[in-house]
């Protein structure tokens, strides 16, 4: 627990305040990437802590109802914050709105533009101010363990960072 309470939760439901709302929110210029945070009288920098809760929508809920509501902001992303994904993902010829992770789950009456946890969270990092590199460098990732799941189904990749032959050691 943070003593400065500075604590928010990546929350796409009522209640939630945008990200741009928050005090202090975004990644400094300087090389240290410490955020510009609000300091405190003493001159140390404070940063907000951010939580991505990951699970079905259930269980999801469920945690939430757990965490002290004195102690957190629920925070939304703006519509645009997406777009760099939604991008990333059209680019390989998913389908425009689709999770990275679609091939390998089952979404059930998924509504269009459903993301993953970890495709918010990078959505997240491209608000604060983080630079593109780095967040395409995470996309891939997702990517190659896309891939690496549908070989070892014996299924072609999808994303073709992973072919099957060589890429792994027996």
Do not use: H
Request: glycine share 12%; net charge neutral.
């Amino acid at each position: 627990e943070r003593e400065d309470g500075r604590v928010a939760v990546l929350w796409p439901g009522r209640g939630a305040v945008g990200v741009e709302d928050l005090p202090g929110v975004g990644v400094s210029e300087d090389k240290g990437g410490e955020g510009n945070g609000d300091g405190d009288d003493d001159g140390r920098r404070r940063g907000w802590t951010f939580i991505a809760i990951d699970g079905t929508w259930k269980n999801a809920r469920n945690m939430l109802k757990r965490l002290p509501k004195d102690r957190v902001v629920l925070v939304s992303l703006p519509p645009d914050a997406f777009r760099f994904v939604r991008e990333a993902n059209a680019r390989v010829g998913v389908t425009d709105g689709a999770s990275l992770l679609a091939p390998v789950r089952k979404y059930a009456r998924a509504p269009e533009g459903r993301t993953s946890t970890f495709e918010a969270c990078v959505a997240l990092l491209r608000a604060l101010g983080v630079d593109e590199a780095t967040c395409k460098a995470q996309l891939e990732n997702v990517k190659t363990k896309v891939d690496a799941v549908k070989v070892q189904k014996s299924m072609l990749p999808v994303y073709e960072k992973v072919t099957g032959e060589g890429d792994f050691e027996t």
